[in-house]
């Protein structure tokens, strides 16, 4: 409870952040990290309750093309033609989506081009693992890749890494070759699959993670790179009485600022407005909030001391 309150007070009258100057930056930064986690979630599973509904159409049309999928002892194929690579977009209200079958063939950059137009996302499946990518910085064609391998054996990638395209093909391309004689994870039965649910429940977990991780790494990571970059700026800022600003205050009085800031950021990037991104309204109210704790901090400090000679001249009297 006392988290709501401090958070509605300090959206609603900027200058309640003043009166948390003293406060443990420890609790402001753990106050922050509530807030990006319950965001996260929050929008995450929205985002995902609307995709998956467009996702389970695009299953359905992708096994009227592959038959279905089945387990055999090579790993993961389709029903009709397995030898032939397959690819499909899924369009959706956000972009499309594409979903990639690269039987056990490599890829090269070439070949990705398409991938870096309007496609946000999507789902490849290979012989021995299953991935899922997501767009992290189209201006350099770099992907947050999810990796989760079939084999039972100990994972040799890590299950989550920022690739840029070139890195990616040459990732894909190793593990489409993979010829391990590792057996298939034991909950993997040999089989087909004819089933649309099967995969469609497959891409709706890649997808709802994929979401929620690249929602917290905007809302954690970006966000607290920003309010550090802004705390070191502050180091030299000198207080009301000509003093350096305390290191203490400086955390407090920034990471409080920040909180509705990254509010305002996750609700207007879930709007899904052009030309307003999450960074550039994270930026822009967290400066406005900024500036407005630390001059309601100075206020207070002032009438602080103006109260304390007050007091003083009254006792020289």
């Not at 109210?285 to 100075?298: E, P, Q, T, W």
């Amino acid at each position: 409870m006392d988290f709501f309150k401090t958070f509605c007070k300090i959206c609603t009258a900027p200058s309640y952040i003043s009166l948390l100057a003293e406060k443990s930056p420890w609790k402001a930064l753990f106050y922050y990290l509530v807030l990006a986690l319950l965001l996260a979630f929050v929008f995450s599973f929205f985002e995902s309750c609307h995709v998956n509904k467009e996702i389970r159409k695009g299953c359905e049309f992708i096994y009227e093309k592959t038959g279905g999928f089945q387990f055999t002892e090579k790993g993961l194929a389709t029903i009709k033609t397995p030898e032939e690579r397959k690819e499909y977009e899924i369009v959706s209200s956000r972009g499309k989506m594409r979903l990639d079958y690269l039987a056990g063939k490599g890829i090269n950059e070439k070949e990705m081009e398409s991938w870096e137009q309007d496609t946000l996302y999507g789902v490849i499946l290979l012989n021995k693992a299953v991935l899922s990518w997501t767009k992290y910085n189209p201006r350099e064609a770099s992907f947050m890749v999810m990796y989760a391998s079939l084999e039972d054996a100990p994972p040799k990638h890590p299950a989550m890494q920022v690739l840029k395209k070139d890195e990616f093909a040459a990732f894909l391309t190793l593990l489409a070759e993979n010829r391990s004689s590792a057996p298939l994870r034991k909950e993997l039965k040999k089989g087909e699959y004819k089933d649309p649910l099967v995969l469609s429940r497959i891409l709706e977990a890649f997808v709802s993670f994929g979401n929620l991780c690249l929602y917290l790494i905007q809302y954690v990571l970006l966000g607290l790179l920003t309010v550090f970059f802004f705390m070191l700026i502050q180091i030299f800022r000198m207080g009301p009485d000509g003093k350096r600003l305390a290191w203490k205050v400086n955390c407090t009085l920034t990471l409080y600022a920040a909180l509705p800031a990254l509010f305002a950021g996750a609700i207007l990037q879930a709007l899904h407005i052009p030309l307003l991104d999450f960074q550039n309204i994270f930026l822009l109210v967290f400066f406005v909030y900024d500036i407005l704790a630390f001059n309601a901090y100075y206020r207070s400090f002032g009438k602080d001391k103006n109260n304390n000679n007050d007091d003083e001249d009254k006792n020289e009297e």
